[in-house]
């Protein structure tokens, strides 16, 4: 968990983070998730190169990362905190509260290739990697 900045205001708080300063990679893409029934689980993959950071900008929500062999679980529902996730970890993200935004930041732009979806290819990836 990374805190950010955070600028308290009687108008309202104000928190940011720029390229290689709270976060350590330089960002080539962003996105967003939101509107998540509930119940649903996000994620379900890992990276081989791309890494991220996660922020919930609105509501709460959980974030499971698993290295192969162990699970940690992060419950994100602080604008100013965000999640570093390295490559080569597998994440899921559940228990979405309703009106939920999680804000991804991307090292790398979509690459399909750099994707991991079978929990078992990653088992195995994992394994190799270490």
């Known amino acids: 968990m990374i805190e950010l900045p955070k600028f308290t205001d009687p108008r309202g708080n104000l928190s940011f983070l720029e390229n290689e ?5 330089k960002v080539e893409r962003s996105y967003w998730i939101y509107d998540v029934p509930g119940g649903e689980i996000r994620g379900g993959h890992a990276f081989k190169e791309n890494e991220e950071f996660i922020i919930a900008l609105s509501g709460a929500f959980d974030v499971i990362l698993d290295n192969g062999v162990e699970k940690q679980r992060f419950q994100l529902n602080r604008s100013y905190y965000g999640l570093y996730v390295p ?20 090292s790398i732009q979509y690459d399909e290739n750099d994707y991991i979806r079978d929990y078992e290819e990653f088992k195995s990836w994992s394994n190799e990697e270490k």
């Open 21 to 25: 300063k709270q976060i350590p990679f």
């Open 87 to 106: 490559k080569g970890w597998w994440r899921e993200m559940e228990n979405f509260s309703t009106n939920s935004v999680a804000f991804v930041l991307s």
